[in-house]
């Protein structure tokens, strides 16, 4: 009779085991979809817009791109996706069938993402309704009009690669180089690209004067003239969170939306380890 | 009596010298230069507030103050955006005029959130405070994003 009752005890903890852990996943999945700053990129632009559901419009020098679906429709979104091929998307830039990604997908950021976090926000994007909704084609200009070219720029440019912590630094400053440099992809728009699009490594952070939609982009190294070496680590914290600069000014622009979707919604270590991080980069001059 | 017609067609010309601009229509650069004014003023009670709330600004005890001139200022939202007076330099955006009926609508967000504030500044309670300047910091932003060009952040 006792072991009977154990049994059935052991048994109902199996079955709510696997259950919950699920969920423990979806919800880190979902706080991770927003530190990677899905959201802003796959909603399109509209007030009743659907989350997720892709077809923003994306300005570039080299035309326009859509964004695609992600929720878990099977014929438009990601629905019939297998974890590796998840986790290839990031890892390599390719999409199931191989074919190669534009960077306006930063995988060139997301490459460095840990498998685990990937599968998590699988997890997350795969909780959701799926929602039919076929996306615009990108309007490219004829040069990179085919998925070859961006085979041949990533050749050149892209080297599919995983974050390594560093021994020798703290804690939180891994954690945010983990957040600005791959996740968060802060350097997608604030580091400088070459004329063909490729991130100028040597000037990380340090600002784009032509970035998407025509905005110009601050510098956002500890340099004291172009950059923000006077904000200290709370500034850039409360600003992460609220929007405000340190001189009382509210941001708007693009990133007013990436503090909406993605550094208001996270921990405040999360954004203190992003400040610690940023304010531990060289200073650097904005490029011309 | 050459000297009266002098001192009264200079005492004329100072008159009107003087009494000119006041009388003058305000143009669309004052309309620019008084928003810029306003929105200048918004800034130094804001900065402070965030770091009262963030503990950085000592044993101060004047945070009421800041809340009470954000509202204040607040009720004069309404009067800055004067139809043209986005002139070169300005950071309005057209929608401000295009849309007018999404543009009350995020003014009357931040209106009512400084009026908010200003509330809630008397009691000195430092997190109630806080949440409220959290709300008035949103609706700026809203606007911002929706209404006004920035160029550099």
């Known amino acids: 009779m006792c072991i009977g009752r154990l049994s059935i005890a052991t048994l109902l903890l199996l079955i709510a085991m696997p259950a919950s852990a699920e969920d423990a996943s979806i919800a880190r999945g979902e706080y ?32 326009t791109f859509y964004s695609p ?52 926000m699988q997890a997350y994007l795969f909780s959701l309704d799926p929602i039919d909704k076929t996306t615009p084609e990108h309007e490219l200009a004829w040069y990179i009009s085919t998925r070859l ?30 957040l600005v440099r791959h996740l968060g992809h802060c350097g997608e728009c604030h580091t400088p690209r070459s004329s063909l699009g490729a991130l100028q490594y040597d000037q990380e952070l340090a600002g784009n004067v ?35 600069l340190p001189d009382g000014d509210f941001v708007g622009s693009d990133m007013s939306a990436v503090i909406d979707h993605n550094t208001s919604k996270l921990t405040k270590e999360d954004r203190l380890a992003i400040a610690a991080y940023l304010k531990a980069t060289p200073p650097l001059s904005s490029p011309d | 009596m050459r000297h009266t017609i002098i001192s009264t067609t200079l005492t004329l010309v100072i008159s009107a010298s003087l009494s000119a601009p006041i009388a003058a229509e305000p143009t669309a650069e004052d309309a620019y230069e008084y928003r810029e004014s306003i929105m200048t ?3 130094g009670p804001a900065g402070a507030i965030s770091r009262q ?24 939202l309404h009067t800055i955006f004067v139809e043209g007076s986005n002139v070169e330099g300005s950071e309005a955006m057209p929608a401000i005029w295009d849309e007018p009926e999404k543009f009350a609508e995020a003014l009357a967000n931040a209106e009512e959130a400084m ?36 160029s550099e952040h």
């Not at chain 1, 004291?224 to 914290?237: C, L, N, T, V, Y």
């Not at chain 2, 709330?53 to 004069?76: C, F, M, P, Q």
């Not at chain 2, 200003?118 to 932003?141: H, L, P, S």
């Open chain 1, 32 to 63: 991770l979809i927003n530190a990677g700053g899905c959201v802003d990129c796959h909603t399109e632009d509209s007030d009743d817009a659907i989350p997720l559901t892709g077809g923003r419009a994306v300005e570039s020098p080299f035309g």
């Open chain 1, 69 to 120: 679906n992600i929720t878990p429709d099977v014929e438009t979104g990601i629905g019939a996706w297998s974890d590796d091929d998840f986790v290839s998307a990031f890892w390599e830039g390719e999409d199931p069938n191989g074919d190669h990604y534009y960077p306006a997908f930063p995988y060139t950021s997301y490459t460095g993402v840990s498998r685990e976090d990937l599968l998590a």
């Open chain 1, 149 to 178: 070219a961006a085979g041949a720029w990533k050749m050149k440019n892209f080297d599919s690669e995983r974050f390594v912590p560093d021994p020798d630094q703290p804690e939180q400053w891994n954690r945010g180089a983990y």
């Open chain 1, 210 to 244: 032509s970035g998407s939609d025509g905005e110009k982009i601050p510098n956002i190294t500890p340099d004291r003239k172009d950059g923000i070496g006077k904000w200290s680590a709370s500034d850039i914290e409360y600003f992460l969170q609220i929007g405000m």
């Open chain 2, 41 to 43: 003023a918004l800034k």
């Open chain 2, 53 to 76: 709330a963030r503990g950085l600004a000592g044993d101060s005890d004047y945070v009421a103050n800041h809340a009470k001139a954000i509202a204040n200022l607040g009720t004069e």
């Open chain 2, 115 to 150: 009026a908010a504030l200003g509330q809630v500044a008397d009691g000195g309670d430092m997190e109630a405070i806080g949440n409220a300047f959290m709300n008035v910091g949103e609706a700026c932003k809203g606007c911002h994003d929706s209404f006004r060009e920035d």
